[in-house]
């Protein structure tokens, strides 16, 4: 099972053992969190976004619901939409809303 960690200002807020495969709003939920998810998945309001601090390949090829929601720039920061990244291994995120 990978484990997802959520990173925020320095300090691990969240670490836990996730099933893989899961998305990583479903990964966040199975660790007893409650992500911003506004659009309930969709794709279409990107609250869910998160930035990947370590693993971005552990984590599924991005989709085309993300593709056409993030901006290119946000893409190539890194960022990627909580409701469908899926996690295939160790991965740690932010969920700070940063600003590029
Ligand atoms: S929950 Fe709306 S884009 Fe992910």
Do not use: F, W
């Amino acid at each position: 099972m990978p484990t997802l960690t959520v990173r925020d200002q320095d300090d691990v807020n969240v670490k836990g053992r996730v099933s893989r495969g899961l998305n990583i709003c479903d990964a966040l939920k199975s660790l007893g969190q409650t992500p911003a998810m506004n659009c309930g998945g969709n794709a279409k309001c990107a609250t869910c976004k998160v930035l990947v601090l370590e693993g971005d390949k552990a984590l599924g090829e991005i989709t085309e619901k993300e593709s056409k929601r993030l901006k290119s720039i946000e893409l190539e920061k890194r960022y990627r939409l909580g409701c469908q990244a899926i996690i295939l291994d160790d991965v740690v995120i932010s969920q700070s809303q940063h600003t590029l």
